[in-house]
């Protein structure tokens, strides 16, 4: 009989008295990987017992450890307990990381999105929020229908989250319906500095899932764009979309942007993807002055090895 097994069987005649044996001996912490398998098996029963004993101790090594265990796989495998350990734990934002376990383990990935609506109409506030979070990280392709409700939802994340958030729905909504996510981004006010999130990071990566899955679609439609700071933004997207595996495809795209800065930006990452020699061939044969592909070899031998400071200069438009 394994560890696990041992463990198991103990724990499971009487988990109070088990857990009370392993804090005093201070052997808790070396079994948690036996304790871990425990809680996913043969002890699913006695989760609710093993809470009771774990809410009770004073914090320590290895019963925070037992805690985060617990609070990983309660989620996924007792529902109503996990519900009723939220509603025990206090309010504020000392119970925020408990929350964020428990709403992983309900959630589970994404794969339990369906539970969403039924959760939350049963949780305590902190924990619908925590679910709110976890349901956005775990949204995907095959679970994402009505943007409208996510969009409802949005405001709800809190607000560390709420960058990862925005582009995890940005990126599925653009793989189901690019023009519709650009459209909504078109909406987005200014720039939230708490959270980081603006209308150009949004843009970008809804263009960059779109370049992932259709890059032809999304260069057909930028070039139905009239010149313009929206045509730059969405050329500026595609080219970081595109740069990283098709240098030369994005190449043409970063020459063609208007504002000057937005194409310095390209420019520069676009080069810097090309391998060997090839990027200084590019540039050789580029419209670019003499003077200006000198800079920019400068600049970019700069950031090759690590030492380039602020913004690459600004280039002139490409004819």
Do not use: C
Not at 75 to 89: F, I, N, Q, S, V
Not at 121 to 139: E, R, V, Y
Not at 151 to 177: F, G, H, I
Not at 251 to 277: C, E, F, H, Y
């Amino acid at each position: 009989m394994g560890l696990a097994d041992t463990v198991t069987k103990r724990l499971n005649a009487d988990p109070a008295k088990f857990l009370d044996g392993r804090l005093a001996d201070q052997s808790l912490a070396a079994i948690l990987p036996a304790l871990g398998s425990a809680l996913m098996n043969g002890s699913k029963g006695h989760l609710a017992e093993i809470w009771d004993w774990v809410k009770n101790q004073a914090s320590g090594a290895g019963v925070d450890a037992l805690k985060t265990e617990l609070l990983q796989r309660v989620g996924y495998t007792d529902r109503d307990l996990a519900l009723r350990m939220a509603r025990d734990l206090p309010a504020g934002k000392e119970s925020d990381p408990i929350m964020q376990l428990l709403a992983q383990g309900l959630i589970n990935g994404g794969s339990r999105l369906y539970l969403l609506d039924d959760l939350l109409k049963t949780s305590p506030p902190g924990l619908q929020d925590a679910l709110i979070a976890a349901s956005f990280n775990g949204l995907q392709n095959n679970n994402f229908e009505n943007p409208q409700v996510w969009l409802e939802r949005l405001p709800r994340v809190p607000e560390a989250q709420q960058l990862s958030a925005t582009m995890q729905l940005a990126s599925v909504w653009a793989s189901k319906d690019p023009q519709g996510a650009i459209s909504w981004t078109r909406s987005l006010s200014g720039i939230s500095r708490e959270s980081g999130i603006s209308r150009e990071n949004t843009l970008q990566q809804i263009l960059v899932s779109w370049v992932h899955g259709d890059s032809l679609a999304a260069s057909q439609w930028i070039t139905t764009l009239p010149p313009g700071a929206e045509r730059d933004a969405d050329a500026a997207g595609l080219v970081s979309g595109l740069a990283h595996e098709s240098p030369d495809e994005a190449w043409p795209w970063a020459l063609n942007i208007s504002d000057p800065q937005k194409r310095s930006n390209a420019v520069m990452q676009t080069l810097q993807q090309m391998k060997g020699t090839h990027a200084k061939e590019v540039l050789q044969s580029s419209p670019f002055t003499p003077d200006e592909k000198r800079g920019m070899l400068e600049a970019l031998d700069q950031l090759q090895k690590g030492t380039a400071g602020g913004d690459p200069p600004a280039l002139p438009l490409a004819r």
